[in-house]
């Protein structure tokens, strides 16, 4: 039995389509962007995004140029949104809103600690050098 690797890329461009054709896709988080919320190997399901979805603090999933992200959106603007991973401290990514593929529903607790968390921005590099080591 061979082994062959598909690179994110195109894997998350069959994600892109799925959502497009209007289905849901539950996918496996790969990396430590979205710590402490999500870890590296959770699954999630990704549903169609909507109009009424681009609010602050959703986590959504989009194209971000030369890779795709599943990042939380912490600014909304007329055309545009912007986003950052909760495991980052800086790098946030700005794109159209027709970039944005994907939405996970939260839960109303999930959004509060969000909000905790995100206000937390300034000082959260401590916390997370923690659940990088424990989770």
């Not at 979205?34 to 870890?39: Q, T, V």
């Not at 959770?42 to 603090?57: A, M, V």
Request: glycine share 6%.
């Amino acid at each position: 039995m061979s082994i062959k690797t598909v690179s994110n890329i195109a894997t998350f461009s069959v994600v892109r389509d799925i959502l497009l054709e209007g289905s849901s896709v539950t996918v496996s988080v790969n990396g430590q962007s979205m710590l402490p919320f999500f870890r590296s190997g959770s699954t999630i399901l990704l549903r169609p995004i909507q109009g009424k979805d681009f609010k602050k603090y959703a986590v959504v999933f989009a194209d971000a140029g030369d890779h795709f992200v599943v990042h939380r959106i912490i600014e909304v603007r007329k055309t545009s949104v912007t986003l950052l991973g909760d495991g980052n401290i800086i790098g946030t990514e700005t794109m159209t809103k027709d970039k944005v593929y994907g939405i996970v529903d939260c839960s109303a607790m999930h959004i509060f600690f969000a909000k905790i968390w995100l206000w937390m921005r300034p000082i959260r590099r401590f916390p997370l050098a923690i659940f990088r080591r424990v989770l």
